[in-house]
């Protein structure tokens, strides 16, 4: 069982940045891919970035190419999420997950292929 709990949320300007840190409690952190979601009021939970086992594969979503970056400490147990240059429309709630993967190099963008799930942390952008 892995529990995966998120920080770093708050109400920022649009043009600013959050980073969120997600951590988790297992002392086999290093085995699980990571992925940051986000859920606006009224939709779908969509993907945000993803990133291995390792930190060295990361996929990011179209939507948030050239502003928003993943990362992992291993040592830590912590996964980030960097948002720059924020809008509105990333308001949301923003989940950490995480899925065992016994492939290095694999990254995940679906929800239904990650296995834990935090509680969230709201993220809201002013205009």
């Known amino acids: 069982q892995v529990q995966l709990e998120e920080s770093g949320g708050g109400l920022v300007q649009a043009g600013g940045s959050l980073r969120l840190s997600c951590a988790a409690s297992t002392r086999t952190f290093s085995l699980y891919a990571m992925g940051w979601f986000r859920q606006a009021p009224g939709k779908e939970r969509e993907f945000v970035a993803a990133v291995s086992r390792s930190g060295g594969n990361t996929h990011l979503a179209d939507s948030m190419k050239g502003r928003v970056t993943i990362s992992r400490d291993n040592a830590k147990n912590l996964v980030y999420l960097q948002i720059d240059s924020l809008k509105p429309e990333d308001t949301a709630v923003y989940y950490c997950?995480?899925?065992?993967?016994?492939?290095?190099?694999?990254?995940?963008?679906?929800?239904?292929?990650?296995?834990?799930w935090g509680q969230g942390t709201q993220v809201t952008v002013s205009s």
């Open positions: 997950a995480a899925v065992l993967t016994y492939v290095t190099s694999n990254y995940y963008y679906q929800p239904g292929e990650y296995n834990y």
